[in-house]
């Protein structure tokens, strides 16, 4: 049985340039010429869900952008590839925009400006009729409250719940009680068990176990990503390790994103939660060989 993937997050346009090193804090840098390349989270999710997806209209984008230029930009990927674009509303406001350095060996460093994705709202998720085989999958580029209240909103329908806990912000402990999948990479997994007391077992543990730690402690499924280390998951209790695949790195930025959005699209298409992390990570590997965080549909 297939369903949909719903994405509740934000849509930016990215400005980026490749720098030699990352710039230090203080420090300023030249980069090369600067390019503009549709990004956010939550699209760069979007995109890669329905690019697994043999119909893209069964990906609903739910967010805003601007009443501006770089609108139609941000979304020009989405709109490309066919993707349910009907709640994604433009706002009296800027498109959120996000300013990227990458380095020579393809890491990045990211700020972001909202803009409109500060109104993204759950209203948005009214009345689509979401059952027990859709997936919603969020993020932690729009206000959190708005993200907690889609939450309960697919959680009265029955549909799977997808967080990625990036980039790394406050969770309360009700709010990770109500997810059924919580992605997350090293830095977002120790920003969780700080809040939640759970240093003391890190150290017992080492960096690798914060997926046990937190799946533990919150009755939900971890997947934690290592980068060139592969991930870790605890899925439904059962602890698993998932070997890296190798790439010839050119940009990471994105990476994360698609791994979120092909694990998405697979639970949709009710593909064990088991193969669908190494389905993410064969897909994430590929998008760490493109420049940018979205790639060519
Ligand atoms: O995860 C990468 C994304 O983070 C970029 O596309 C940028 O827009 C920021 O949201």
Do not use: W
Not at 12 to 35: A, H, M, W
Not at 209 to 235: D, H, K, M, Q
Not at 275 to 286: G, I, L, W, Y
């Amino acid at each position: 049985m297939s369903g949909r993937v719903i994405v509740f997050g934000s849509i930016n346009l990215d400005l980026v340039t490749r720098v030699k090193t990352l710039p230090l804090p203080g420090e300023t840098v030249i980069g090369s010429d600067y390019q503009l390349i549709p990004g956010g989270k939550g699209a760069n999710q979007a995109l890669a869900a329905a690019q697994s997806l043999t119909d893209p209209k069964r990906v609903l984008m739910t967010g805003c952008v601007g009443e501006d230029d770089f609108a139609s930009r941000a979304l020009s990927n989405l709109s490309k590839i066919g993707l349910d674009l009907k709640r994604t509303r433009p706002s009296a406001t800027s498109t959120g925009i996000a300013m990227i350095g990458v380095d020579e060996n393809g890491e990045n460093s990211i700020v972001v400006c909202p803009g409109a994705n500060g109104l993204t709202s759950a209203e948005q998720l009214r009345d689509i009729g979401l059952s027990a085989r859709d997936v919603l999958l969020t993020q932690q580029e729009v206000p959190l409250d708005e993200v907690f209240a889609a939450h309960a909103i697919a959680r009265q329908s029955g549909a799977i719940i997808v967080h990625n806990a990036a980039p790394a912000a406050s969770l309360p402990t009700k709010a990770i009680g109500n997810m059924d999948y919580l992605i997350v990479n090293e830095t977002e997994a120790e920003a969780i068990c700080r809040e939640h007391d759970l240093k003391a077992r890190i150290n017992e543990t080492g960096s690798q176990e914060l997926a046990f730690v937190i799946a533990e402690r919150f009755g939900v499924s971890v997947i934690l990503t290592l980068g060139e280390n592969g991930a870790v998951s605890v899925l439904v209790g059962n602890r698993l390790q998932h070997e890296a695949i190798p790439a010839n790195v050119v940009d990471t930025t994105g990476a994360g994103d698609v791994f979120c959005g092909t694990f998405a699209a697979c639970l949709a298409d009710g593909i064990s939660s088991e193969q669908a992390v190494e389905k993410a990570m064969a897909a994430a590997s590929r998008a760490c060989e493109v420049f940018g965080a979205q790639s060519e549909s």
